[in-house]
T-cell receptor, first 111, second 113 residues
Framework: GENVEQHPSTLSVQEGDSAVIKCTYSDSASNYFPWYKQELGKRPQLIIDIRSNVGEKKDQRIAVTLNKTAKHFSLHITETQPEDSAVYFCAANYGNEKLTFGTGTRLTIIP | GAVVSQHPSWVICKSGTSVKIECRSLDFQATTMFWYRQFPKQSLMLMATSNEGSKATYEQGVEKDKFLINHASLTLSTLTVTSAHPEDSSFYIC?????????FGPGTRLTVL
C-alpha cells in the first residue's frame, strides 16, 4: 500500500507570514494528491489538490507543488490569517480512489 | 462540491450494544464509499471500502465481523459497530468518491460507556 509522511506535526506562524507543510509518498503509481483542512470536531475540507501531470497549482493564497521524481509534495499558504489555524492533512491515492492520509500538521497563526 | 450526510452526528451507547451509522450522498450517486476512523489528535485511518451491490473490502487489521458494512443503494452506505466496547469510541467519517476527489460526511462521534 501507500505510505505518506507529513512534516512538521506542529507549526506556529506569525500572522501575515507564510506556512509550508511537506509530505512524501512511497507509491510511484499515486497520481492524485489532495490537501485537507480539518477544524476540531468537523469533517475534512478539501482546500486544494494536484494531479501528477502538473507540477504546481495555485488558488489565491494557497499553492501546492509536486515533485514526482522525489515523490514529495508541499502546501504553501501565504499571507496567513487567524482563520487558517487548523489541522492540515495531505493525502495520496492508491488503488484507484483510495486515499492514504498523512499524520497531520497543527497550524497555529499567531495574531 | 457534492454533499454527503451522515447520521447520527453523535451517539452514546452501553458496552455490548450495536450502533448503526448511515452515510448518504445527497446529490450524486456513489458506487463507492469509504469509512474512516479518527482517534483524537490522529489522522484518518481507512477502515473499509463500501461497494454498491457487493461486499465491502476491509483494510488490514479491521474486523469485518465487528464492523458490518452494507451498501444497498447508490446513495446509502451503513456501518454497524457490533458489540461495541469502550475502545471503539472514536470519530467515524464516511466519504463518497467521484473522479478521485472524495467528499466527506460530517462524521459521527461514538462514545461507548
Amino acid at each position: 500500500g501507500e505510505n505518506v509522511e507529513q512534516h512538521p506535526s506542529t507549526l506556529s506562524v506569525q500572522e501575515g507570514d507564510s506556512a509550508v507543510i511537506k509530505c512524501t509518498y512511497s507509491d510511484s503509481a499515486s497520481n492524485y494528491f489532495p490537501w485537507y483542512k480539518q477544524e476540531l470536531g468537523k469533517r475534512p475540507q478539501l482546500i486544494i489538490d494536484i494531479r501528477s501531470n502538473v507540477g504546481e497549482k495555485k488558488d489565491q493564497r494557497i499553492a501546492v507543488t509536486l515533485n514526482k521524481t522525489a515523490k514529495h509534495f508541499s502546501l504553501h499558504i501565504t499571507e496567513t490569517q487567524p482563520e487558517d489555524s487548523a489541522v492540515y492533512f495531505c493525502a495520496a491515492n492508491y488503488g484507484n480512489e483510495k486515499l492514504t492520509f498523512g499524520t497531520g500538521t497543527r497550524l497555529t497563526i499567531i495574531p | 462540491g457534492a454533499v454527503v450526510s451522515q447520521h447520527p452526528s453523535w451517539v452514546i451507547c452501553k458496552s455490548g450494544t450495536s450502533v448503526k451509522i448511515e452515510c448518504r450522498s445527497l446529490d450524486f450517486q456513489a458506487t463507492t464509499m469509504f469509512w474512516y476512523r479518527q482517534f483524537p489528535k490522529q489522522s484518518l485511518m481507512l477502515m473499509a471500502t463500501s461497494n454498491e451491490g457487493s461486499k465491502a473490502t476491509y483494510e488490514q487489521g479491521v474486523e469485518k465481523d465487528k464492523f458490518l458494512i452494507n451498501h444497498a443503494s447508490l446513495t446509502l452506505s451503513t456501518l454497524t459497530v457490533t458489540s461495541a466496547h469502550p475502545e471503539d469510541s472514536s470519530f467515524y467519517i464516511c466519504s463518497a468518491g467521484a473522479d478521485y476527489e472524495q467528499f466527506f460526511g460530517p462524521g459521527t462521534r461514538l462514545t461507548v460507556l
